[in-house]
Nanobody, 122 residues
């Protein structure tokens, strides 16, 4: 069984920073790539950032130059460093990790985190 645990959300003032973490463990999991999504109170879902196996990244226009996605392969962990936060960044942030367990070598499967709330006060 693979466990994916997110952490790092919370309440911050506008202009502040938060770092989200998303760690996978169990069943010999190996991280291939990953991404962060967010869902707003209006139930809109947005792909915030993604990172591919070789490290290339992409960002939504709304977070470019403010958010940074990164990874630690040895710990199967994905990060999202968020700076200059704005009230409109308020959402539940979900990570998705693409990887494989011992039984899944040769293919890549998605594993979702449980979500973490980010609230930005104005």
């Amino acid at each position: 069984q693979v466990q994916v645990v997110e952490s790092g959300g919370g309440l911050v003032q506008a202009g502040g920073s938060l770092r989200l973490s998303c760690a996978a463990s169990g069943s010999g999991f190996l991280l291939n790539s990953g991404a962060w999504y967010r869902r707003t109170a209006e139930n809109a879902r947005e792909l915030v950032a993604s990172i591919l196996r070789l490290g290339s990244t992409s960002y939504a226009d709304s977070v470019k130059n403010r958010f940074t996605i990164s990874r630690e392969n040895e710990n199967n962990t994905l990060y999202l460093q968020m700076r200059s936060l704005r009230p409109e960044d308020r959402a539940v942030y979900y990570c998705i990790l693409y990887g494989s367990t011992w039984q899944e070598r040769g293919s890549v499967h998605p594993y979702w985190g449980q979500g973490t709330q980010v609230t930005v006060s104005s």
